[in-house]
């Protein structure tokens, strides 16, 4: 079945560890984003890639780095994680230009 | 900075009442689209909207792309509970590369 998936779906940590955020398709997409999201808020983006190698950064300044080694595969690294960056991490893949999202991943940093 | 404002920013109403919520930008979008995210969720594509003056219907949802391709509309026939969460309009400012709008949270009452 075609589907986005994101892990884990939850996350508490403490401050200054290193976390990576995964995000998996099935869809084949060149496509893929990470947005963050404030509860109930707008989404800004952080992160996208147009294929295999390609990363650029979004308009929301972030310390995170994400990786294109696969198709599939746009995982989301922060090294060293700040209560600052509590918040919803949301992934997306597309074909064309619809984006189709994943569930989540709602960090908590204490 | 390009903006997407979105309004109304909450709108609370009784099952089967009638609503329109705004989306505007002084921006020119090549597409526009619109979400609903239930909480702990990702958005969910509604529609997509390329042609200015374009109208589109979904079931209870109508879908309007302004003549400029600045704004949008989505008006709701008869609400239903099920039409409850956050409304998100998202419009491409460069190829495959979008923003998203303030969101309009909408509670229907039973």
């Known amino acids: 079945e075609a589907d986005i998936y994101q892990t884990p779906r939850y996350l508490v940590i403490g401050t200054g560890k290193k976390i990576t955020l995964e995000c998996s398709q099935t869809?084949?997409?060149?496509?893929m984003y990470w947005y963050q999201q404030d509860p109930g808020m707008e989404l800004h983006l952080i992160h996208y890639?147009?294929?295999?190698?390609?990363?650029e950064k979004g308009d929301l300044s972030s310390e995170s780095t994400v990786s294109r080694i696969r198709t599939e595969h746009f995982p989301l690294t922060l090294e060293s994680a700040r209560p600052s960056h509590t918040s919803q991490y949301l992934c997306?893949?597309?074909?064309?230009?619809?984006?189709?999202f994943g569930p989540g991943t709602r960090l908590t940093v204490l | 900075t390009q903006l997407l404002e979105q309004s109304p920013q909450f709108l609370s109403i009784q099952e089967g009442e009638n609503l329109t919520v705004y989306c505007n930008s002084s921006?020119?979008?090549?597409?526009l689209q619109w979400y609903r995210q239930e909480p702990g969720e990702g958005p969910v594509l509604l529609v997509t909207?390329?042609?200015?003056?374009e109208v589109k219907k979904l079931k209870r949802l109508t879908f309007q792309f302004g003549d400029a391709r600045k704004d949008s509309s989505l008006h709701i026939t008869a609400a239903q509970t099920g039409d409850t969460g956050l409304y998100l309009c998202?419009?491409?400012?460069?190829?495959?590369?979008?923003?998203f709008g303030t969101g309009t949270r909408l509670k229907v009452l039973a």
């Open positions: 997306a893949s597309s074909e064309s230009i619809s984006l189709f």
């Open positions: 909207v390329v042609t200015g003056g």
């Open positions: 998202a419009g491409e400012i460069s190829t495959y590369k979008y923003i």
């Open positions: 921006s020119v979008f090549s597409s």
């Open positions: 869809m084949g997409h060149d496509k």
């Open positions: 890639s147009y294929g295999v190698n390609s990363t």
